[in-house]
């Protein structure tokens, strides 16, 4: 059966990729900043456990966009997978989530951002991603300022800087898209990790969060490792007066995606749809 199930998923996969093919955007259009080496199709890891296709070797950064399924509802979302900034685990934390919110009627953008250990370059493609975005807002019939952006992982740690370092200048502006804001409108961090670097696991030092940060969803469960994130977060939010809405389980883990099977999994999709329909749909 398990077996069974993992096959599934990479039909499932490939079919969403194929099928979304013609609607790949490449981030850079010349040379990537700050990498030196050429750009190439990111690699599938050969550890395929728990049936989901890892990516590594990222040079030339994309956006897989998954359209709307039905009448679209003028947002969207920038999806930022995890795997510890050393890889992507691109369907469970990528296609499968953007699936979902489609057929909720959001336009879904999967960003394969730089890894292995490109901090900075991952910055600079989320950054470039929701620019990108925002100058494409009337081709995809959206709505510039119901854009907004989901991380899971340390795609939550990136997710969390894009919305409190958009203002940061982390790269030179190369086209008339950079000089849009790269700020999301929303933001919802699914068991985030590496947000609480600061002293005695405080706040990571380099996310200043102030009023002006976008609102947040976060969601997380005791028995995760990097749980603390998602608490020492809500609690900078609370300070600063931001709306925050956060939600912290007993069980589940860390590394579910929305998949059946675990109970954290099947719990925040329908909270964070409510959510969405509160703050960015209404």
Same mark, same amino acid.
């Given at each position: ?16 990729v194929?099928?979304?093919? !013609?609607?790949?955007?490449?981030l850079?259009p ?8 050429a750009?190439?199709t990111a ?6 456990s728990r049936?989901?296709?890892?990516l590594?070797?990222?040079?030339d950064?994309?956006l897989?966009?998954? !359209? ?5 509802n003028?947002?969207?979302v ?16 990528g296609?499968e989530?953007?699936?979902?919110l489609s057929h ?11 890894v292995?250990?490109?901090?900075e370059?991952?910055l ?5 991603a929701?620019?990108?975005v925002?100058s494409?807002?009337?081709q995809w ?7 907004g952006?989901m991380?899971?992982s340390a ?5 969390a ?5 958009y203002?940061k200048?982390?790269?030179t ?8 804001s790269s700020?999301?409108?929303f ?5 985030p990790?590496?947000?609480?670097q ?9 996310l ?6 976008p609102?947040?969803?976060?969601f ?5 490792p990097y749980a603390n994130?998602a608490?020492?977060m809500?609690?900078?939010?609370r ?9 912290f ?8 995606g ?8 099947e719990?925040?999709?329908?909270l964070?749809?409510q959510?969405?329909?509160k703050?960015?749909?209404?």
């Open positions: 059966m398990k077996h069974l199930f993992c096959s599934i998923v990479f039909l499932i996969t490939g079919m969403q194929f099928s979304q093919e !013609k609607d790949l955007i490449h850079w010349g040379t990537v900043p700050g990498e030196t080496a750009k190439q690699v599938p890891t050969s550890d395929t049936g989901v296709i890892r590594t070797n990222v040079t950064p994309t897989q966009v998954f !359209k709307p399924e039905g009448k679209g003028g947002a969207a920038v999806i930022c997978p995890g795997g510890g900034y050393q890889i992507l685990a691109i369907n469970l934390e296609y989530i953007a699936k979902w909720l009627g959001f336009t879904a953008f999967v960003l394969q951002y730089r292995p250990k490109k901090q370059g991952a600079q493609d989320v950054q470039r929701m620019r990108l925002r494409q807002a009337k019939q959206l709505n510039p300022e119901k854009i952006v991380g899971f795609g939550g740690s990136l997710s800087r894009i919305s409190t370092l203002d200048d982390s790269y502006r190369i086209d008339e898209a950079d000089n849009l700020k999301p409108a933001t919802l961090l699914i068991y990790a590496y947000l609480d600061g002293n005695n696991r405080s706040l990571t030092p380099e200043t969060v102030n009023v002006q940060t609102p947040m969803f976060l997380a469960t005791a028995d995760d994130s608490l020492v809500a609690g900078a939010l300070d600063a007066k931001v709306p925050v809405e956060l939600h389980y007993a069980n589940g883990g860390h590394g579910y929305l998949r059946p099977g675990n109970s954290a999994a719990v925040w999709p329908a964070a749809q959510w969405l329909q703050n960015v749909l209404r």
